[in-house]
């Protein structure tokens, strides 16, 4: 199963922010698993950057972001992303827009964010991290 993570989930592992650190981790560590595999987009990847790197400096936050990029697929967010997120009316916010359309070019089933409402266009799952384990572990 393909799975996108948003930016929120990945600053809270990044920046150990509990409590969703517990469960945020859980997800990470999916990509130990077979039956997983785990995207985020560049957007969301300089997103968690720029958090981590306002608690920890550039050196440590680029640690931070070369670990986690060995583990996790970026997806690609090009033209037809921009240009699909601009034709779908119900996309109140670009940022998110793009995070969705680059989740479905990848193929991904779920999108997992802390911040449920911002898909709430979204014609595939989007989940908390706990609803997440809970529902599927």
Sequence with gaps: MKI???ANV???VLNKEYPLFTYASRILSMTERKD????TSPICLAIAFYFAEKKC???QASKKIGL???HINIASTGQGAVLKTLGNKKILDFEDGLEYYSALDSNCKTIIT???GDFHFSEI???SCREFIE???
């Design 57 to 59: 400096g550039s050196v």
């Design 125 to 127: 799952e989007v989940a």
């Design 4 to 6: 996108f993570l948003d």
């Design 36 to 39: 997983f595999e785990l995207y």
């Design 10 to 12: 990945l600053v809270a």
């Design 114 to 116: 802390e911040d449920k």
């Design 68 to 70: 986690l990029t060995s």
């Design 135 to 137: 529902s599927h572990f």
